[in-house]
């Protein structure tokens, strides 16, 4: 594993110091959860009943983000290249795959109480084993218990009767379970992967940090199934693949890190696997695991439902089990970090400006229509001007208050463009298009403003 570290240079070696790295910024943290409850990005669930904890609904403005998030992963993952297929398997799966995988038996996390408190803690994640982090006192854990983070429901109307299900944890099994599929109905043949996005769900014992962790979260998953043989040259170009889709889409390079796993710390099956890190504001912490997975999770399915899931290649007469390399990314999560890297304040004539510096990819509005003034004459042309915009872009329409304030709002919610309909507009027939990272104005006529707009937001 640590030959991947020499050959990848940007990929240290597990326990490198990383000191040309950005430091964390814990006063970010509650300007972006602010910022997200106060202009709809991000909601705490069931709010009027006092909200449920750790849960999330995500607003006009982040179920858009959430959206161009997903939508730019599909892009790169399958759009974009002929040897991915996309799935979207249930939710809701029979206990035989989780036997099989492995996670009824070993999905868990040690869980310790304190007796002294009544908190809940899990003890891996504990800076003092002994100590609890809530009341400080020492010596008051209970013994570890392991504690299983699958939901358990059942199927079938009568409560207690039905057979027990399970809300998926991951979306990777979907993958393994569809393998035979996929491949009796596509012309797919190693190497060939199968992505999925969706909805996971893990029972968390310590739900927290706003998104970054919650009970219900999407997962971006792909499976690539490759010969044995080039297992890890797959590997590697995947680690390449998934920091650039990162870093292409506004990460900066300094808050990106690569963290290769330690021996010790490796699932039995993997032979090399490697977290992409981003620096939150309380540190480092996981966006993506890349895992070299071997033939575990098709040998382990083929096993359990007594299958055979292989590829025959007809062009060497060799029949194979394929070999896996996952990239399993938080969509939730990367969204969380977005935000976070696009978070900028400035001073501006002596106010201080906030802008969400976004990748117009992942921005929700990429423009806005703003009539100088809420003057029934500048509406028809500034409602002309939407009309032509809304078939090609996300576009806001926003006609009260003074034209600064609404540039603001636009800036606070990372729209990198703004067009404004002024009285001059009904004479010249033209508008003004101002770009919010540099606040800079051009003129431009009317009939340009699509392909003014397009050619801003893809430079
Ligand atoms: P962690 O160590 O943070 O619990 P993990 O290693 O168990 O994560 P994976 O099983 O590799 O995570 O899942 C892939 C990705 O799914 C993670 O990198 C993360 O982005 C996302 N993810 C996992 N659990 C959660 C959660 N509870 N809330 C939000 N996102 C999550």
């Keep these: 594993m640590t030959a991947v570290g020499e050959l990848v240079p940007w990929l240290p070696h597990a326990g490198d110091t990383l000191l040309a790295m950005s430091t964390p910024d814990p006063e970010l943290f509650d300007k972006v959860v602010n910022l997200c409850k106060r202009r709809g990005f991000v909601y705490p669930s069931a709010e009027i009943y006092g909200g449920f904890r750790s849960t999330y609904d ?102 207690g009767a039905g057979a027990d299900v399970y809300l998926r944890p991951e979306t990777a099994q979907g993958m393994f379970v569809n393998f035979k599929n996929i491949i009796n109905t596509t012309r797919k043949k190693p190497p060939f992967g199968i992505a999925q996005i969706g909805k996971s769900f893990r029972n968390e014992i310590t739900p927290g940090n706003f998104v970054f962790r919650t009970r219900e979260f999407e997962q971006m998953e792909l499976e690539f199934f490759v010969p044995p043989e080039d297992a890890d040259e797959w590997y590697k170009y995947w680690l390449n693949e998934r920091r650039n889709w990162y870093l292409d889409l506004g990460i900066p390079e300094d808050m990106l890190m690569m963290r290769p796993h330690a021996e010790d710390e490796l699932s039995h099956y993997s032979s090399a696997t490697a977290d992409v890190e981003f620096m939150f504001p309380w540190g480092w912490g996981e966006l993506e695991g890349i895992a070299n997975r071997g033939d575990f999770d098709l040998k382990q399915h083929s096993e359990h439902a007594n299958e055979k899931l292989e590829f025959f290649d007809q062009a060497t007469n060799e029949r194979y089990v394929p070999h896996v390399i996952e990239p399993a990314a938080g969509a939730t999560r990367s969204m969380m970090a977005f935000l976070m890297a696009a978070y900028d304040e400035e001073i501006v004539n002596d106010e201080t400006r906030t802008v969400l510096r976004l990748h117009p990819t992942l921005a929700p509005y990429k423009v806005a229509v703003l009539p100088l003034s809420k003057k029934e004459t500048l509406r028809p042309l500034a409602r002309e001007v939407l009309a032509a915009l809304q078939p090609h872009f996300m576009t806001e329409y926003d006609e009260t208050q003074a034209i600064g304030r609404r540039y603001r709002r636009q800036d606070e919610i990372g729209t990198p463009l703004c067009v404004t309909v002024d009285f001059d507009s009904l004479e010249d027939n033209a508008v003004t298009v101002r770009d919010r990272d540099s606040m800079e104005q051009v003129r431009i006529p009317v009939a340009d403003v699509v392909s003014h707009v397009a050619g801003a937001l893809s430079r």
């Excluded at 974009?80 to 809701?92: C, F, N, Q, Y």
């Excluded at 995988?101 to 070993?106: D, E, M, P, Q």
Aim: glycine share 6%; hydrophobic share 35%.
């Design 58 to 159: 995500y607003g006009p403005l982040g179920s858009l983000m959430l959206r161009n998030v997903k939508d730019a992963w599909w892009r790169s993952m399958v759009q974009l290249r002929d040897d991915v297929v996309g799935l979207d398997a249930s939710i809701l799966s029979p206990p035989q795959i989780w036997e099989a995988s492995g996670h009824l038996a070993n999905f868990t996390d040690p869980l310790v109480d304190c007796t002294n408190c009544k908190t809940r803690h899990r003890q891996d994640n504990l800076d003092d084993p002994d100590t609890c982090p809530s009341c400080g006192k020492t010596g008051t854990f209970t013994e570890a218990r392991a504690f299983n983070l699958m939901f358990k429901t059942q199927a079938g109307p009568v409560e």
